[in-house]
């Protein structure tokens, strides 16, 4: 029978940590990255081995771990525990925060792509709806986003009231919202298009332009503007 080799027995060029300190965090592979959070395995798999399979439970794609829970990490995996499901999901956390720093800043909004790509990393794999709102100045430049409410699978609340407080805090000249839609369906609810003219109505007795809603499903969005609405 051949016995499994612990990371302290491999090639010291080959271990995750020493590798990444040698090399850089580009040489590494998103298994060996995962590896180095999770630092240890199970009795059959090295640490690297078992970030392999969930790399592969999450069809070796990021975005798709990202929407794992801590109680689908700790329930599939033999040797993912509360502590290490934690340190992934807060992994995946700080990338998606990481994202959107470098999306928004100083970012002139020009279409809805432009939208789309500054919520993306927030909303697309989010197994429930939050709604926000991005604030713009009069050069159409993002000064802030903000997250309104979340809510279940098929809905959140959302207080036209708080949008206008924050539209004012922030002496914002126009105003976009977006929200998610889990279920895979991008297309507007009735309700989504009476919240939409409803927030509409309240920016222009205050002189503020809606510009836009966008609707993000997994990678795909609809925007209201460019359907005609608005």
């Known amino acids: ?20 300190n040698n090399k850089g965090a580009t040489s590494l592979t ?11 395995g199970n009795r059959e798999e090295t640490a690297v081995e078992l970030s392999r399979r969930i790399l592969n439970h999450a069809k070796n ?5 990202g929407r794992f829970s801590i109680h689908e990490l700790t329930s599939n995996f033999k040797g993912i525990g509360e502590a290490k499901a934690i340190t992934i ?3 995946m956390e700080l990338s998606r925060r990481r994202s ?8 002139q909004i020009k279409s809805s792509k432009d939208i789309f790509d500054i919520f993306h990393s927030s909303l697309s794999d989010l197994p429930y709806e939050e709604f926000w709102i991005l604030l713009l100045n009069r050069g159409n430049k993002a000064i802030n986003k903000i997250k309104i409410s979340h809510g279940g699978v098929s809905g959140t609340v959302v207080d036209t009231k708080i949008i206008l407080k924050f539209v004012l805090e922030n002496l914002a000249s126009s105003i976009i919202l ?6 895979g369906n991008k297309n507007p609810s009735s309700e989504d298009i009476t ?3 409803k927030i509409k109505k309240a920016c222009e007795a205050i002189d503020v332009t809606l510009l836009d809603h966008i609707i993000i499903s997994n990678n795909s969005f609809l925007s209201f503007t460019d359907e005609g609405l608005i």
């Open 178 to 183: 977006c929200h998610n839609h889990p279920s």
């Open 30 to 40: 998103e298994a060996e990255l995962l590896a180095i959070l999770i630092g240890s």
């Open 195 to 197: 919240i939409t003219q």
């Open 100 to 107: 959107e720093s470098e999306t928004i800043e100083k970012r």
């Open 1 to 20: 029978m051949k016995t499994k080799l612990k990371l302290s027995e491999w090639a010291k060029e080959d271990r995750p940590r020493e590798k990444l």
């Open 61 to 65: 794609n990021l975005l798709e771990l």
């Open 89 to 91: 999901v807060a992994a």
